[in-house]
């Protein structure tokens, strides 16, 4: 193994739960200790192949029955193109149908994370198709600058958002370019959804921006709760939840480790704060 290989084990490590069902459980049965709820997900994107996407659905279900047996407070958070949104959208959501029945027979909620720019309009689709018959939420990305009108779209349809902003990239026509913009826009429609949604997730390591739900959160009747990713920023999120908040950690599982792996060093390219992150 070369040194590149080794380090990005190590900081795969800190970000991932392990590679099976009871690592994911075992990682979130001590978030809950601290007051937590593990949002679980099972890694994997862009899958072509049948096999893998029913081993996907087959995870998510044991992994869900397993949570229950062991009294874990878990959500789970699917992505579309695992379960065959690169095949059509009709498999997607056929599977990610199959996945919302079971969780809720066993009162789990599932979230859908947002993938490519190039997914977004046929995802929120296929969560609406959903959302009416059973609770979900939906994550969306303040980068991409449609996000406001999807927000304010799905809010109407009495949608759940998790709102992030955004691990992946696209042209300046679409996107904001700068994840100053990006943050601005993240910070408008955080004031949106103060104003006009019940019930939402802030999915940020940001200070700025939990800061300024804190604050508005003082003068709002809303059920917001907060959300980061495992290995980063954790001591913050058990500060969170002593406050009292509704805090919920994003917990990876899985071998397929290297694509998420990969957004998050993009993301942490300044050594300093991937350094930071392993403390
Ligand atoms: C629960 C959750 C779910 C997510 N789901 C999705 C999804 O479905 N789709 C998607 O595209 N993206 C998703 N993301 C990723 C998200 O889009 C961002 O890429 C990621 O959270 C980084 O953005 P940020 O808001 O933390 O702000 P950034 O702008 O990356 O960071 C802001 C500030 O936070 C602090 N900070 C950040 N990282 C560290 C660190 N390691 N140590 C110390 N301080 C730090 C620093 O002060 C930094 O300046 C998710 C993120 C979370 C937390």
Redesign the pocket.
Known sequence: MSVGDAFERLIAGRWIAGESIDDALEVATTLNINGITA?INYLGEDFKDKRKIDDAIDTYLKLMKKAKEKKARISI?VKLTQLGLCINKETAEKNYSRIVAAARKLGIFVWI???EYLYIGDTILIYESEVKKNGAGI?I?SYPKRSMSDVKRIIKGKGII?L?????SASSGIAYPT?AES?DN?SRIMDYLFRNSKRFML?????K?ISKALALQKKSKADVSF???KG??NRRAIELAEERQHV???VPFGSEWIAYTY?RMR??SNLK??L??LR
């Not at 992030?164 to 992946?168: R, S």
């Not at 999915?203 to 200070?207: K, L, M, R, S």
């Open positions: 949002m958070s994370d947002m993938e994550c990305q998790r992030v902003k955004g691990a992946y994840r943050t993240y999915a940020t390591h940001d200070e921006m959300a980061m990713l980063i920023r919920s950690i994003y957004r993301e942490f704060l991937v930071r992150s």
